[in-house]
Nanobody, 121 residues
Framework: QAHLADSGGGLVQSGDSLRLSCAVS?????LGWFRQTPGKEREFVAA????????AYTDSVKGRFAISRDNAKDTVYLQMNHLQPDDTAAYYC?????????????????WGQGTRVTVSS
């Protein structure tokens, strides 16, 4: 059983940067970040393999966001640069027991409580 605690959200202006963090306990997993806005489904943002060697991103954040992990600290990060108002959402870290780099919410087994990011124009 994993426990995830995500943090780092806040209110920023368009073009600013934020770094989200998620402390993970209870094992080594594929880790991902998802985001959700009211009335919409939770969507995939980025994921990273257990070793950190493989990453995946949704197209809208490629070149702006970077996912990384520090296995010594059991923490995964999402560095978000050049933030835009469309990035406004609640962001959730998630852990998967599956192989590869899953992108679907159904393939993730554990979730953080979410941290809110608001980008003003």
């Amino acid at each position: 059983q994993a426990h995830l605690a995500d943090s780092g959200g806040g209110l920023v202006q368009s073009g600013d940067s934020l770094r989200l963090s998620c402390a993970v306990s209870g094992g080594t997993y594929v880790l991902g970040w998802f985001r959700q806005t009211p009335g919409k489904e939770r969507e995939f943002v980025a994921a990273i393999s257990r070793s950190g060697a493989l990453t995946a991103y949704t197209d809208s954040v490629k070149g702006r966001f970077a996912i990384s992990r520090d296995n010594a600290k059991d923490t995964v990060y999402l560095q978000m640069n050049h933030l835009q108002p469309d990035d406004t959402a609640a962001y959730y870290c998630a852990a998967s027991r599956r192989a590869g780099i899953p992108r679907n919410t159904a393939e993730y087994d554990y979730w953080g409580q979410g941290t809110r990011v608001t980008v003003s124009s």
